[in-house]
């Protein structure tokens, strides 16, 4: 009897140092597939919907995501959507079901093991697909869900992202097997704790689907005058009632979503050098400047002027991130 018990548990071990190693090898493949195709600094879309990322120093990244699975393959990174830090490494996945505005910053980086990281964005027909075909939409719960979440990778998972982006190196197959490969990782997805999340991103009514078209509305008139009321009322809510959702789905009210909206859209224009400040300003919704310079500082931690310079600066030593217009992985 003892003899077995001592069986089985040397039989676990073995089970689990072998799961721990196809983990391991299974990093050092993605890492050395991201190092690859991404040899300096900076964010390459490798296919449609398809990011790699590379970053040698820590670095603080301003994006406006949409829903995306991102994976670390190499060092660290921390995300804080309101006040709320999120920190993932190379054991853990995020997962975004909503298009959020995004403060992101490398933590582990270095030119000898650089941050390195993959983006897979998130077709909401898919996502939905997937549901229907392993019958787990209708399981869905109707309640409002942080649209941003860290969870263990498990080996499973990691291995399906492995297979995508080696067909990076398959042209020929990525077009057919690739659309494969991004199913499976949405039905591992499906199983495990994000779940609910996901169900989040399909098109399925609900406070969950309102709360993802108001992002949208925002998102497609981030200038404009933000009417909550009007804005509840379009959506068949209660002026609360949206209020609270919004904030539980994206951790930020409705003005202060479309406040980060605005701000990332004057950087962007101010990078893409055609205007100054002030204008940049105007153009996302402010009609004080120097109201403007406050919020951006705010933000971004200088005032318009300076923080161009200083990226700038950045990209002309490097490949700066932000500068060149990458994307949040």
């Known amino acids: 009897m003892q003899s077995n018990v001592q069986a089985n548990v040397q039989s676990e071990r073995g089970a689990q140092a072998r799961k721990l190693e196809r983990a391991r090898a ?9 190092a690859r195709h991404v040899s300096e600094d900076g ?4 296919a449609p919907g398809l990011f790699l990322s590379r970053s040698s120093l820590p670095t603080p990244v301003y994006r406006v995501t949409e829903p995306s699975f991102c994976v670390i393959a190499q060092g660290s ?11 993932y490494d190379a054991s853990h996945y995020l997962l975004v079901s909503a298009g959020l505005p995004l403060v992101g910053h490398t933590i582990a980086a270095s030119k000898e093991r650089p941050y390195l990281g993959v983006r897979l964005v998130l077709d909401p027909a898919v996502v939905t697909a997937v549901l229907i075909e392993a019958g787990l939409l209708a399981s869905r719960t109707d309640g409002a869900v942080r649209a941003l979440a860290v969870s263990r990778l498990d080996a499973s998972l990691l291995d399906a992202v492995v297979r995508l982006v080696r067909l990076l190196d398959a042209p020929n197959d990525y077009g057919v097997l ?3 490969a991004a199913r499976e990782i949405v039905y591992r997805l499906s199983l495990g704790e994000q779940g609910g999340r996901l169900r989040q991103i399909a098109v399925i ?11 949208e509305i925002l998102r497609r008139n981030s200038d404009k005058p933000l009417r909550i009321a009007v804005l509840a009322s379009q959506l068949g809510m209660s002026t609360s009632g949206f209020h609270h959702h919004f ?5 930020m009210s409705p003005l202060q979503f479309q406040k980060e909206l605005r701000l990332q859209e004057a950087r962007r224009l101010l990078l893409a050098g055609d205007v100054d400040a002030a204008t940049a300003g105007h153009q ?8 403007f310079s406050r919020e951006y500082k705010r933000l971004f931690g200088e005032p318009p002027r300076r923080d161009v310079e200083r990226l700038r600066g950045a990209a002309a030593s490097r490949l700066d991130p932000l500068a060149s217009g990458s994307h949040f992985s």
Do not use: C, M, Q
């Not at 990174?77 to 920190?87: A, D, H, S, T």
């Not at 904030?247 to 951790?251: G, P």
């Open 178 to 180: 690739a659309p494969l």
């Open 43 to 46: 964010s390459l879309e490798a």
């Open 26 to 34: 299974s990093r050092d493949e993605l890492a050395e597939r991201i």
């Open 247 to 251: 904030k539980a789905v994206t951790a």
């Open 284 to 291: 996302v919704g402010y009609d004080d400047p120097s109201h």
């Open 77 to 87: 990174k921390e995300v804080l959507l309101g006040k709320k830090r999120y920190r």
């Open 205 to 215: 009514g609900g406070r969950a689907h309102r709360i993802a078209k108001a992002i």
